[in-house]
């Protein structure tokens, strides 16, 4: 069965650190892949998905993910955390076909960024 | 173009009561998602909708039912509330005409709290 891992459920960077958040998934079939981001009270928001197009995806707010498949890997990546980073992290891989496509998430990593 | 909006944005229910949550999804889109996020946990697929029927279910009761409109928008009830109901609703649209990578669009979440 598919299913999506997020190491660490709290990850704390200092502004303008490099920000690293993980995701390994696990599929029988080539998987597309998504991040999306929580803020305090709000939906979710896509930030970047692969949809086995390039392994380097760019998403918006200067994030991006490498998708790995010698790894199951979708670590998520921003060069240099922004205050307004702070958000919960969702890592999700879309499973099925056709009308019965669904996405199977992950726990979820907090981000702290602290000044 | 207006995205996913649901309402209401904010409900206070007892238990045993029944709840009507609802949604509209994106212009453009044919498919309904609904999902259960707890306090501090990732989104939980509850169902999802495609003309006007359910295609996928997840694991949750029959107390949990939808219903899709004719202009696809959506309905989730929820009969004889329990305190574990107190969650976060998401709907979630997408369409089935792009391609098969199910990128769906989240609305704000309706906040449902039992007492």
């Known amino acids: 069965a598919q299913s999506v891992t997020q190491l660490g459920s709290h990850v704390s960077v200092s502004e303008g650190a490099l920000v690293l958040l993980r995701c390994n998934y696990s599929?029988?079939?080539?998987?597309?892949l998504f991040w999306y981001v929580q803020y305090p009270n709000q939906g979710l928001q896509l930030l970047l998905k692969?949809?086995?197009?390039a392994t380097l995806v760019k998403g918006i707010n200067g994030f991006e993910a490498e998708f790995k498949k010698s790894e199951t890997s979708f670590h998520l990546t921003k060069p240099s955390a922004h205050m307004s980073d702070a958000a919960e992290y969702f890592c999700?891989?879309?499973?099925?076909?056709?009308?019965?496509?669904?996405?199977?998430w992950g726990l979820g990593t907090s981000l702290a960024v602290n000044p | 173009d207006a995205g996913v909006t649901q309402s209401p944005t904010h409900l206070i229910k007892t238990r045993g009561q029944q709840v009507t949550l609802r949604c509209s999804p994106k212009?453009?889109?044919?498919?309904v998602s609904w999902y259960q996020q707890a306090l501090g946990q990732g989104p939980q697929f509850i169902f999802q909708?495609?003309?006007?029927?359910?295609?996928q279910r997840g694991n949750f009761p029959d107390r949990f039912s939808g219903h899709q409109f004719p202009n696809y928008s959506s309905e989730l009830n929820v009969n004889a509330l329990l305190l574990g109901d107190s969650a976060l609703y998401l709907c979630?649209?997408?369409?089935?005409?792009?391609?098969?990578?199910?990128?769906?669009?989240f609305g704000p979440g309706t906040r449902l709290t039992v007492l």
């Open positions: 212009s453009g889109h044919d498919t």
């Open positions: 599929s029988s079939v080539p998987p597309y």
């Open positions: 692969y949809t086995s197009a």
């Open positions: 909708y495609y003309e006007e029927e359910e295609r």
């Open positions: 999700a891989v879309s499973v099925g076909a056709g009308n019965n496509r669904k996405l199977i």
């Open positions: 979630a649209s997408s369409t089935t005409q792009r391609a098969n990578y199910n990128e769906q669009f």
